[in-house]
């Protein structure tokens, strides 16, 4: 089956940086757009970043363009994520998620927190 196990998180400061990965099993991870999404307390679970099947096509959120890179190792089965100049704002629970014949398959997150 579908595991999708998020690791990378952690505390930063303001103005700091995180690299999270993703390990993906259980699909073919390669024929398959792969997406980054995170959830803060009390909000509702939100899409940040998408990468395509071949990694050469990437769209990101508004709020985290510019500083964050989404990017995948199709060899190694694993997807990751670069959050620079990271915000307050930015702290939530990330999750790597992959929709397959219309459901949607997450991992169980990773806790980043930006604050002082």
């Known amino acids: 089956q579908v595991q999708l196990v998020e690791s990378g998180g952690g505390l930063v400061q303001p103005g700091g940086s995180l690299r999270l990965s993703c390990a993906a099993s259980?699909?073919?991870?390669?024929?398959?757009?792969m997406n980054w999404y995170r959830q803060a307390p009390g909000q509702e679970r939100l899409l940040v970043s998408t990468?395509?099947?071949?990694?050469?096509?990437?769209n990101y959120s508004g709020s985290v363009k510019g500083r964050f890179t989404i990017s995948r190792d199709n060899w190694n089965h694993t997807l990751h994520l670069q959050m620079n100049s990271l915000k307050t704002d930015d702290t939530a629970v990330y999750y790597c998620?992959?929709?397959?014949?219309?459901?949607?398959?997450w991992g169980q997150g990773t806790q980043v927190t930006v604050s002082l």
């Open positions: 998620g992959v929709r397959r014949f219309g459901t949607d398959f």
């Open positions: 259980g699909f073919t991870f390669a024929l398959y757009t």
């Open positions: 990468i395509n099947p071949a990694g050469d096509n990437t």
